[in-house]
């Protein structure tokens, strides 16, 4: 059997993602995704294409304030989607590596 996630719930190699592999990490973590979501779930992606990392919370609030403007690129609001960590919770539903300072 090929081992697609580590003993974390974290994607292995990110070319083995896709949008099934999202909601079940998703409905494990008790989150039911949605296009606000999945809108999240997309930057996160693009900017680890980019960067060849994954985000910390501070990276991740100010990339989506960039992008999307300031109603979605806040603190509250990415808690809201991901509860707890959100750069943790959104890079393992995307399918990306831990962010470096995540515990």
């Known amino acids: 059997m090929n081992k697609v996630r580590d003993k974390e719930g974290f994607v292995i190699n990110y070319q083995d993602w896709n949008r099934s592999l999202a909601n ?4 494990e973590e008790g ?3 949605d296009e606000a979501h999945w809108q999240i779930i997309s930057l996160v992606r693009e900017f680890y294409e980019e960067f060849d990392l994954s985000p910390v ?5 100010n990339y989506v304030k960039t992008r999307l403007g300031e109603e979605k690129g806040n603190s ?3 808690l ?3 509860p707890g960590s959100p750069a943790k919770l959104c890079a393992k539903i995307a399918g990306l590596p831990k962010p470096a300072n995540c515990l």
Do not use: D, G, P, Q
């Open 57 to 61: 919370n501070r990276t991740l609030v």
């Open 24 to 27: 079940t990490i998703a409905a």
């Open 31 to 33: 989150i039911r995704l």
């Open 76 to 78: 509250m609001y990415l």
């Open 80 to 82: 809201k989607l991901f």
